[in-house]
Structures are given as C-alpha cells and as structure tokens.
C-alpha cells in the first residue's frame, strides 16, 4: 500500500460525529432585563490516516491554522450594591480544535483532530 502525501476525503476517517451542545448559564439581570450567557459548543474527532511524515507535519500545521479563530467571550460586571450589571466582550485568538501527528507504524503516520469550537450568545429571559 502506498502512503499519501495529503490529507483530504480519500483518507478522512470520522471517529465522532460533529454534534452541536448548548451549555446554559445562571440568569442575571442587566439594566431591567434578566440575561442567560449560553455557550455552544461544537465538538467532533476525525483523523487522517496513512499519510508520510512530511505530510503528516505539513496536514497539522495547516489544520492548526486552518482552526486558529478569534472568539468573542462576554462577561458579565454584577454591581454588589443593586444586583444590576453590564456585558462586556473580549476576543481571543485560540486554536479551537487538538490537532496532533503521531507515527503508527513503519512509515505510517495520522494526524488527528479534535474539535471544540466554543460560541457564546446572550438570550432573554421572559
């Protein structure tokens, strides 16, 4: 068997299917509206399999790149005094997924990816 020398379909192997969850947060009031930060979370694991080592390393480097993303993450300033407070939101650059190479055997390599892309939203509480 020869080994590839890229990464792509013909040798994805899908180990956990993408799924979306959403993580709810306590209420908070903001002004006279009563707030919940929800964070969603999209996660999956996926490898590409029998590739050389030089595209093993080159597939990682690009897929590190490929899921550095800027996120948005709120956070809220409760005033002790009146209970009330503000949303404030500061971008993050991070790598939103684990991505690794490892050797498997002989010549054989496989780089595998891990995603756990985070979004954060605020929704209303009637």
């Excluded at 006279?32 to 930060?37: A, D, G």
């Excluded at 809220?76 to 790598?95: F, H, K, L, R």
């Excluded at 498997?104 to 985070?118: F, H, I, N, Q, Y």
Aim: charged content about 15%.
């Amino acid at each position: 068997m020869g080994l590839y020398i890229s990464y792509g379909a013909t040798n994805k192997v899908t180990d956990e299917a993408t799924v979306t969850h959403t993580l709810p947060s306590p209420i908070f009031k903001v002004g006279t509206h009563l707030i919940r930060s929800l964070q969603t979370q999209e996660r999956g694991r996926w490898r590409y399999v029998g590739l050389t080592e030089g595209a093993a390393t080159s597939a990682a480097i690009a897929l590190i790149s490929q899921f550095t993303e800027i996120i948005s993450i709120p956070s809220i300033s409760i005033d002790p005094v009146t209970a009330e407070g503000t949303v404030s939101y500061t971008n993050q650059t991070m790598c939103v997924a684990d991505v690794s190479a490892y050797h498997v055997a002989g010549r054989m390599w496989e780089v595998s990816v891990d995603l756990k892309r985070p979004v954060y939203t605020w929704e209303l509480v009637a």
